[in-house]
């Protein structure tokens, strides 16, 4: 599987971005089963959750992005998407598109945010 991530930019604070995240070679089965989602890796931490599917349908999300974030999916695409409203400089970070059976094993190139102040 091929994981393509578009959608980063630069945002004022309080603005809104919208990744996706294209499972390229995914079978259908597959993709609406596996842990779908999105990660970032502060500068000197260990990569961290944002907002995932967690086996395919359970969304869980990350305390720091709950009520501002919100994670879809259209499954006839493969692509799974983070609408992210009022965006903070906090929330400035490369975000990896990850994919797995449980936990990732497979991930994408990444794709920059940057929210100025």
């Known amino acids: 599987v091929r994981l393509v991530e578009s959608g980063g930019g630069l945002v004022q604070a309080g603005g809104s971005l919208r990744l996706s995240c294209k499972a390229s070679?995914?079978?259908?089965?597959?993709?609406?089963?596996?842990?779908i989602g999105w990660y970032r890796q502060p500068l000197g931490k260990e990569r961290e959750l944002v907002a995932i599917f967690s086996g395919g349908s359970k969304t869980v999300y990350a305390d720091s992005v709950k009520g501002r974030f919100t994670i879809s999916r259209d499954n006839t695409r493969r692509t799974v998407y983070l609408q992210m409203d009022s965006l903070k400089p906090e929330d400035t970070d490369i975000y990896y598109c990850?994919?797995?059976?449980?936990?990732?094993?497979?991930w994408g190139q990444g794709t920059q945010v940057t929210v100025a102040s």
């Open positions: 990850g994919f797995g059976p449980s936990a990732p094993d497979s």
């Open positions: 070679g995914a079978i259908l089965s597959v993709f609406n089963s596996y842990t």
